[in-house]
């Protein structure tokens, strides 16, 4: 029997606000442990939360980024559960009426577009942090983190593949990153992931048991639990045998998911609106407000790429899906008019080079300017596009500029037909069986020749007039 996933993701995403949720303290991440704390986040009897008007307007954005529709009227919920990281003994969240619900974002694979829907998204605040430790009997908590604003995106169950679940959630980081409202740094935990996969024969509309994957911290764990989880409710199925619903954690190490605990149902957590805070009333006016605050997005920028810029689908997909990276390029291109030339340079040669240094493209150490004086450079024919590969590097290496780099190391092109000439004369007269054969009809001894030629002037010898030369040479 062959059978589809059906995958439905929860996201996590930290917002990036001065100051906590419901309190002042600051919600920087990296603070000394309990130092950003104080009666509120710490849950104290008798202290008040305030509602941080800030945090309203980031999950409005990510709404309204979302195509969500936005709750005139939410209210704030309690949400009731014991864990030591969780000082109140419940966790502010919201239930009923979230800020925002029915939206939907559109993911690509390759040419086709995908439509996921958004169920819901709701406001909450972030619990504190345990520090477990191998060698000692006792565990360690960390408060600073109880009351950093999140937002809780939930997708509907419309995902198919692990690699449409990537694709989602690299559209979604993007999105947030844009909006500037969450870092999305999945390391540190500023967004987080649950996943709810579960299986069923194909052409069957129902949907099957499912698990919940937590602890998924890239992008390509997610993936790979996914795809595991998958096989495993597959494998299981097929011997006959049912699937819990329960929570199940991917250890990276073994590449398996392990079960953590039952699936608790919202009514374990006894759930009731907030009585120390107000609704939160979001009118059209606050509203048309924040819209007129969005900046281009990528699907917006990706469009525009395309026409503007004549880029391919593929270009202008690599190139928006991080704002910095969209904006690096938008810089280069106007200082070179060479759009296509900056989109190849971007997404080869610095790509690879970010890559190998472990950097984001902010920290670069070429800059969008030396990149388009290098590509001036090749368009003026000053240097070829082989020698500009050295003088990259020699960028990255020294931070020199490109044209001080070019003259100090005399890499300037040569097109002087006159010493070009000489040097394919000499290379010519030293491969005097390869120039027969050439004569006899073997006309792909050309390349072989442009390459003697190239090799002798060091790379500097314009490849054009190289070939231009020698074509007329062993025409005689
Ligand atoms: P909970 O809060 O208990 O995790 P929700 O109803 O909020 O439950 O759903 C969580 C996620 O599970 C949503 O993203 C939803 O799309 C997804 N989901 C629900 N049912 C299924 C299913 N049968 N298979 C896969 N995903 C599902
Ligand atoms: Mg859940
Ligand atoms: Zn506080």
Not at 43 to 48: E, I, N, T
Not at 51 to 57: M, Y
Not at 362 to 388: C, D, F, G, Y
Request: one cysteine or more; proline letters at 4%; a neutral charge.
């Amino acid at each position: 029997m062959e059978f589809e996933p059906v995958i439905g993701l929860e996201v996590h995403a930290q917002l990036k606000t001065e100051t906590k949720i419901f309190c002042s303290c600051s919600a920087k991440f990296g603070a000394s442990p309990n130092t950003n704390v104080c009666p509120v986040c710490l849950g104290m009897p008798g202290s008040l939360p305030t509602v941080n008007k800030r945090v309203i307007e980031f999950a409005i954005l990510a709404a309204l980024a979302t195509n969500c529709k936005i709750s005139s009227k939410s209210i704030f919920a309690r949400k009731n559960y014991f864990y030591p990281d969780l000082p109140k003994g419940y966790q502010i969240s919201q239930y009923e009426l979230p800020i925002a619900e029915h939206g939907y974002i559109i993911i690509t694979d390759g040419d086709v577009s995908k439509k996921i829907g958004i169920t819901r998204i709701h406001m909450e605040e972030d619990a504190g942090k345990l520090i477990h430790s191998t060698d000692s009997f006792y565990s360690k908590v960390d408060l600073n983190r109880t009351g950093v604003p999140l937002i809780e995106i939930v997708s509907e169950p419309d995902i198919r593949s692990a690699e449409d679940a990537g694709a989602y959630l690299r559209k979604f980081r993007s999105i947030l990153r844009y909006l500037n409202i969450c870092d999305g740094n999945m390391e540190e935990g500023s967004f987080r992931c649950d996943a709810n996969i579960s299986i069923r024969p194909k052409g069957v509309e129902s949907f099957g048991t499912r698990t919940e994957l937590k602890n998924l911290n890239s992008f390509r764990y997610v993936e790979n639990a996914i795809n595991y989880e998958i096989d495993r409710q597959i494998d299981i199925i097929s011997e006959g045998k049912q699937i819990i619903q329960e929570t199940r954690l991917w250890d990276s190490d073994k590449k398996i998911t392990i079960s953590m605990r039952g699936k608790e149902d919202a009514h374990d957590y006894r759930y009731f609106p907030d009585p120390d805070i107000l609704p939160v009333i979001a009118d059209d006016l606050w509203i048309e407000e924040l819209k007129a605050k969005l900046p281009e997005l990528c699907d917006d920028k990706k469009d525009r790429f395309i026409f503007e810029y004549k880029l391919s689908q593929y270009d202008a997909d690599f190139l928006t899906n991080e704002k910095e990276i969209a904006d690096y390029f938008e810089e280069c291109a106007k200082l070179t008019n060479e759009p296509k030339q900056s989109a190849n340079w971007i997404m080869g040669e610095l790509t690879a080079l970010l890559n190998t240094k472990k950097i984001g493209i902010t920290n670069s150490p070429i800059s969008p300017k030396q990149l388009a004086e290098l590509i001036n450079l090749i368009t003026k024919k000053v240097i070829s596009s082989k020698i500009a590969k050295q003088v990259f590097a020699q960028i990255a290496e020294t931070g020199k500029n490109p044209k001080q780099i070019v003259e100090e190391k005399k890499l300037i092109q040569v097109s002087d037909e006159s010493v070009i000439a000489a040097i394919a004369k000499e290379a010519l007269s030293e491969n005097s069986k390869e120039v027969s054969d050439y004569k006899a009809g073997k006309k792909k001894l050309l390349g072989f020749f442009v390459g003697q030629v190239m090799k002798k002037s060091k790379g500097k010898a314009s490849p054009h007039a190289v070939n231009k030369i020698l074509t007329s040479m062993l025409a005689d």
